[in-house]
């Protein structure tokens, strides 16, 4: 990567303003319920305060809409920051103002405050001038940590960096860049993608720009029905986008002047409900019967893409193969995760359902890297430039 990073800073003494992604689920009872993003961003962190920086976390939390909602407060967070670092980590009031810069000018070499909401203001998405101007004079150096929402030219991602004479990655944004544009650029082959998830319309620029670069793709969930459908299929009841049907067209059509291998299911697993206590059938065929909707890949499309899999050497995954989040529908989903775990390639699993699937399959620790950013990593599969990302100081 040629941006600079925490390793080509001296934060002692320093103010460090950190864009970190700290949003985070969190349970009725405003207890964090999954860390990962927190502990994702620990080395930064704790970079930083061992060089004697005094960090100021920044991030926003679900979508308030520019308004206060005690929901959305990051105190919970900071809570969690705390006992995973060890050490008292404050909650402010608020991301900028008199009250905040008082706090912050309080700080000894070493601790670290975590900021208020960023998305209280509506400013932030606006990418205010103002805004930015406030949150910069909250420190003497800038570290971008946050791939999660690299893709937003936001005020903390983006706008913020004019103040600053040099803007850094942190660690976890050094990982996820190496790893994705490495799997891009000079990937090891065979390299081969798997695209799943509901809607075709959320990955038509990642198949077009993985065109010439994998050796193969495989297609899963409700976006495999769509182009099913334009390739004279009968899909049931199955869920079809009708106004992508011509861009599912011109997919399947530039996919064939490419000659790439393109692989759709072959049979399915279909129910006439989507919801618990329903048992899937299996369907032995490309068409799926009407009043049947397809909710799963089938065991023949399960070998397929299994022998696909274990031959590769770069794998990159982003969306399920089924309606996963349903025991009896998940087993495709299964599958593919258990293979992708044993085919001992360089793994890259993106986006929040293949993350979670992951995970319930047991195989975190076996895949090479697990994004933390959904919408930024597609967006890199797409071939688009990052505005947090290209905000950073060049090396």
């Given amino acids: 990567m040629n941006k600079k990073t925490v390793d080509d800073i001296n934060p002692q003494g320093k103010r460090v303003l950190v864009r970190v992604d700290f949003n985070v689920p969190l349970d009725e009872n405003c207890h964090v319920t999954d860390d990962t993003r927190i502990r994702a961003a620990l080395p930064t962190i704790k970079s930083l305060v061992d060089r004697g920086g005094r960090v100021i976390l920044m991030s926003h939390l679900g979508r308030p809409k520019g308004q206060v909602k005690e929901e959305f407060r990051l105190e919970p967070v900071a809570k969690k920051l705390s006992e995973l670092l060890g050490k008292p980590v404050s909650a402010l009031k608020d991301c900028i103002g008199d009250d905040v810069k008082a706090a912050i000018d309080k700080m000894q070499d070493g601790e670290v405050v975590l ?200 794998i990159v995954w982003n969306g399920p193969m089924g309606v996963f989040e349903i025991p009896a529908f998940a087993d495709g989903t299964m599958q593919i995760a258990n293979a992708v775990a044993d085919s001992g390639a360089v793994s890259i699993v993106g986006g929040g359902d293949s993350v979670s699937a992951v995970h319930k399959a047991g195989v975190s620790d076996k895949i090479s890297h697990i994004s933390t950013g959904g919408g930024a990593s597609l967006e890199l599969l797409e071939g688009k430039t990052l505005p947090g990302l290209a905000a950073l100081t060049d090396k």
């Fill in 115 to 314: 900021l208020e909401n960023l998305r209280f203001h509506p400013e932030e998405e606006k990418n205010d001038p103002e805004f930015c101007k406030q949150l910069a004079a909250l420190g003497d150096m800038y570290v971008n940590d946050a791939f999660g929402t690299a893709h937003r030219a936001h005020a903390s991602t983006e706008g913020v960096t004019r103040f600053f004479d040099t803007n850094v990655a942190g660690y976890l944004m050094k990982k996820e860049i190496e790893y994705l544009v490495q799997a891009i650029q000079a990937p090891e082959r065979p390299f081969i993608a798997i695209l799943g998830g509901l809607k075709i319309s959320g990955k038509i620029d990642v198949i077009q720009n993985l065109l010439d670069k994998v050796d193969s793709i495989l297609i899963g969930g409700a976006m495999a029905y769509t182009l099913l459908k334009v390739k004279g299929c009968d899909v049931g009841d199955s869920i079809v986008e009708e106004e992508k049907l011509d861009v599912a067209r011109d997919v399947i059509q530039a996919v064939e002047e490419k000659g790439v291998d393109f692989l759709l299911p072959v049979d399915h697993k279909a129910a006439a409900d989507v919801k618990d206590g329903v048992t899937p059938q299996t369907i032995s065929d490309i068409n799926i019967p009407a009043g049947l909707k397809g909710i799963d890949i089938g065991p023949e499309t399960v070998k397929a893409y299994q022998a696909k899999i274990l031959g590769a050497k770069t």
